[in-house]
C-alpha cells in the first residue's frame, strides 16, 4: 500500500481531517502527507469539507473528507 492509499482508505473510513491530522495519524512526517493530500484533490478522489483547524504552525488548515463514490 502507498502512503497515498494510505491517506484515501483513512478518509474513506469516514474521518475529517486536516493534513497535519492525517500525519499524526499515520505517524508520517507532515511534509510526505502534504503532497499526497494535494494529488489525492487533484485526482477528484477527496474534497475540503470547508473547515478549518488550526495546525501545529498555528495556522488553520483545511479539513479534508474522501468523496462519496458513485
Given at each position: 500500500?502507498?502512503?497515498?492509499?494510505?491517506?484515501?482508505?483513512?478518509?474513506r473510513e469516514g474521518y475529517v481531517l486536516?493534513?497535519?491530522?492525517?500525519?499524526?495519524?499515520?505517524?508520517?512526517?507532515?511534509?510526505?502527507?502534504?503532497?499526497?493530500?494535494?494529488?489525492?484533490?487533484?485526482?477528484g478522489l477527496i474534497e475540503k469539507t470547508?473547515?478549518?483547524?488550526?495546525?501545529?504552525?498555528?495556522?488553520?488548515?483545511?479539513?479534508?473528507?474522501?468523496?462519496?463514490?458513485?
Open positions: 500500500m502507498t502512503l497515498r492509499d494510505a491517506v484515501l482508505a483513512l478518509l486536516s493534513a497535519d491530522h492525517i500525519a499524526n495519524v499515520l505517524k508520517r512526517d507532515i511534509l510526505s502527507i502534504r503532497p499526497r493530500v494535494s494529488e489525492l484533490h487533484t485526482m470547508g473547515g478549518r483547524r488550526q495546525n501545529r504552525s498555528g495556522r488553520t488548515a483545511n479539513i479534508w473528507r474522501a468523496k462519496r463514490r458513485r
